[in-house]
């Protein structure tokens, strides 16, 4: 079983973006049964009372014009048990990463890395938060996600 966890500020935009589009993904490849895909916030802004809010509605609209689906899905926080929990922890921008890092204590197994990373053009995904702009980030998405299907396929002998 391979386990990835996406990770973003918030975990109401990118991450969950990408944890249900790297889902759909894998289940269109048929290979939904070597995967465990989650994603997690570096912050608890999104976060009141131990409940986590829904994806944000602009995100959940944009997977869904895309028949994609995050029925379900509320922000919750990484912890430094995911470190050990994930074969792969993919955030989304520099910020994330280093905020990732202190969280796992570090990162002497290099499990962690920007999405973008694996393209041929590395590159942070913007915030739609701020940016407004879902397209594009959705467009990112898509071919980071493209890109680890890729890699993992590759190394994994999927």
């Not at 589009?21 to 290979?31: P, R």
């Not at 976060?47 to 986590?52: E, H, Q, S, Y």
């Not at 050990?84 to 890092?101: F, V």
């Not at 053009?121 to 940016?131: F, K, M, N, S």
């Amino acid at each position: 079983m391979i386990k990835i966890l996406f990770v973003c500020h918030g975990n109401i935009c990118r991450s969950p973006m990408a944890e249900f589009i790297f889902k759909d993904m894998v289940s269109k490849a048929d290979l939904a049964a070597h995967f465990t895909i989650a994603s997690a916030a570096t912050s608890t802004e999104e976060i009141w009372n131990g409940v986590g809010n829904p994806v944000y509605p602009p995100a959940r609209a944009k997977l869904a014009a895309h028949g994609i689906s995050c029925a379900g899905k509320r922000a919750r926080q990484m912890t430094r048990h995911d470190y050990t929990e994930y074969d792969y922890l993919i955030g989304m921008d520099t910020w994330n990463i280093r905020n990732m890092t202190h969280i796992a204590g570090g990162d002497p197994q290099h499990k962690i890395f920007r999405l973008l990373d694996l393209t041929t053009h590395p590159r942070d995904i913007a915030d739609p938060w701020y940016t407004g702009d879902f397209d594009e980030t959705y467009d990112d998405l898509i071919e980071g996600c493209n890109a680890l299907l890729e890699k993992l396929k590759r190394e994994h002998r999927l």
